[in-house]
């Protein structure tokens, strides 16, 4: 099971953090992502990291604002957001795919995971 926390509605050029907390597998097992949808549109792979939390992906869009993090001890998976834009409005989804010792993170389709998602609502 995974569960988000963490969305909220801010204005252009804030931050937020959000956290997934996993339970029901053992997280270290697994690797994890972000993903997010707005209305209208795809859901789409934003960030993934692999198991160990040694390698990391990020969408074009949010490289360089987004941060993909992980801890295992508490199974927990964070997404740093800063300079937010109105663009990154979204449902935002934590999940997650079988990968242990794997090197990189999973592509989109490798997840078979979700949560029940966050709502990130950026003002301009």
């Known amino acids: 099971r995974l569960v988000e926390s963490g969305g909220d509605r801010v204005q252009a050029g804030g931050s937020l953090r959000l956290s997934c907390a996993a339970s029901?597998?053992?997280?270290?097992?697994?690797?994890a992502g972000w993903f997010r949808q707005a209305p209208g549109r795809e859901r789409e792979l934003v960030a993934s990291?692999?198991?160990?939390?040694?390698?990391?992906h990020y969408a074009e869009s949010v490289k360089g604002r987004f941060d993909i993090s992980r801890d295992n001890t508490n199974n927990l998976l964070f997404l740093q957001m800063n300079t937010l834009k109105p663009e990154d409005t979204a449902v935002y989804y934590c999940?997650?795919?079988w990968g242990h010792g794997r090197s990189r993170p999973l592509d989109s389709a490798e997840f078979d995971a979700w949560g029940q998602g966050t709502q990130v609502t950026v003002t301009s």
């Open positions: 999940a997650a795919g």
């Open positions: 990291i692999n198991w160990s939390g040694a390698t990391t």
């Open positions: 029901g597998r053992t997280f270290k097992n697994y690797g």
